[in-house]
């Protein structure tokens, strides 16, 4: 079945630490790859995405992601991280198969410590 | 412009009663989905809705979700005798579906969601 993973539930991170959430996924072919962001009493909202061509993909709020095939994976990084980083992430999948319809991972809540 | 909208904002039932959801897409986006997240489950697909073509009613989890979608703009998810599993926040989402330019799924806009509260 598809699926996508997220290992780590929760994640604390030190303002100005770098931070890298870990997504995996099982497909049979490579999915279109999301991340999603929720804040406290927010919406969802869209940091980044990966179609096709440079593994390296550069998002909103000073995120990146890399894609990575070889290990089914589509990791979310942030050199600095800031108080207002504190939400929770997650990592999604879809196919043009199926409706682009979104496949969640778990989320990472991320806790920023001052 | 304006995003998705959802009405209520916080819906709370009893136990046997029918809620009715709805969605304010984004004009002129052809795509609509609803998603649920709950603490049990996380975030899972419902329904999704395109143009004029039948929906995508794979992820409803029983007999007693249903949705409509009319003129193809507001959507309405129906749930009737509601139980206390049901109790979650349901998003909706809507996307013009593809973007050509980045030959890729368009980004789906997401509602701030309706949270229910069965009792």
């Known amino acids: 079945a598809q699926s996508v993973t997220q290992p780590d539930i929760h994640i604390t991170v030190s303002e100005g630490a770098s931070l890298e959430l870990r997504c995996n996924y099982s497909?049979?072919?490579?999915?279109?790859l999301f991340w999603y962001v929720q804040s406290p009493g927010q919406g969802l909202q869209l940091l980044l995405k990966?179609?096709?061509?440079?593994?390296l993909v550069q998002g909103i709020k000073g995120f990146e992601a890399e894609f990575k095939r070889s290990q089914s994976s589509f990791n979310l990084r942030k050199p600095s991280v800031h108080w207002s980083d504190a939400a929770e992430y997650f990592c999604?999948?879809?196919?043009?198969?199926?409706?682009?319809?979104?496949?969640f991972g778990g989320g990472t809540r991320v806790l920023v410590k001052p | 412009g304006a995003g998705v909208s959802q009405s209520p904002s916080n819906k709370v039932t009893e136990k046997g009663k029918d809620v009715e959801l709805r969605c304010d897409p984004i004009?002129?986006?052809?795509?609509l989905y609803w998603y649920r997240q709950s603490l049990g489950q996380g975030l899972e697909f419902l329904i999704y809705?395109?143009?004029?073509?039948?929906?995508?009613k794979s992820g409803l989890p029983s007999d007693r979700f249903s949705a409509e979608r009319t003129g193809g703009s507001v959507s309405t998810l129906t749930i009737q005798r509601t139980q206390q599993e049901d109790s979650a926040v349901y998003l909706c989402?809507?996307?013009?579906?593809?973007?050509?330019?980045?030959?890729?799924?368009?980004?789906?806009?997401f509602g701030p969601g309706t949270r229910l509260t069965v009792l």
């Open positions: 990966y179609f096709s061509g440079d593994t």
């Open positions: 809705f395109q143009g004029n073509s039948a929906p995508d």
């Open positions: 999604a999948a879809a196919i043009k198969a199926a409706g682009n319809k979104l496949t």
């Open positions: 497909y049979g072919a490579t999915p279109y």
């Open positions: 989402a809507s996307s013009s579906s593809w973007s050509e330019r980045e030959r890729g799924p368009d980004t789906q806009y």
């Open positions: 004009s002129g986006h052809t795509a």
